[in-house]
Nanobody, 117 residues
Framework: QVNLVESGGGSVQPGGSLRLSCVASGINFYNYIMKWYRQVPGKEREMVASIDAPGGINYGNSVKGRFTISKDHGKGTVALQMNSLEPEDTAVYYC???????????WGQGTQVTVSS
């Protein structure tokens, strides 16, 4: 059984930082692209960052230079370090595991990030 569990969300003032973590069980990291998405009510889910098995990394344009994605194969975790947070970063953040060889993917339950003064 595959399970993705996010943690680390919360409330922070503009300019602050948060670190999200996703613990993945039931999958082989080497076969999955790990991603972070976010979603605001009434809007489509937006890809924030991704990291593939060889370590290739991509970021959404709105977070480049502020967010950093990383993973630890041994611990089965993916992290998202978020710096210089802005009110526009307020959203529910989801961890996603996308199988490299087909359409199979899995989602976590999400964690709320609120940036407000």
């Amino acid at each position: 059984q595959v399970n993705l569990v996010e943690s680390g969300g919360g409330s922070v003032q503009p300019g602050g930082s948060l670190r999200l973590s996703c613990v993945a069980s039931g999958i082989n990291f080497y076969n999955y692209i790990m991603k972070w998405y976010r979603q605001v009510p009434g809007k489509e889910r937006e890809m924030v960052a991704s990291i593939d098995a060889p370590g290739g990394i991509n970021y959404g344009n709105s977070v480049k230079g502020r967010f950093t994605i990383s993973k630890d194969h041994g611990k089965g975790t993916v992290a998202l370090q978020m710096n210089s947070l802005e009110p526009e970063d307020t959203a529910v953040y989801y961890c996603n595991a996308k199988w490299r060889f087909g359409p199979r993917e899995y989602w976590g339950q999400g964690t709320q990030v609120t940036v407000s003064s």
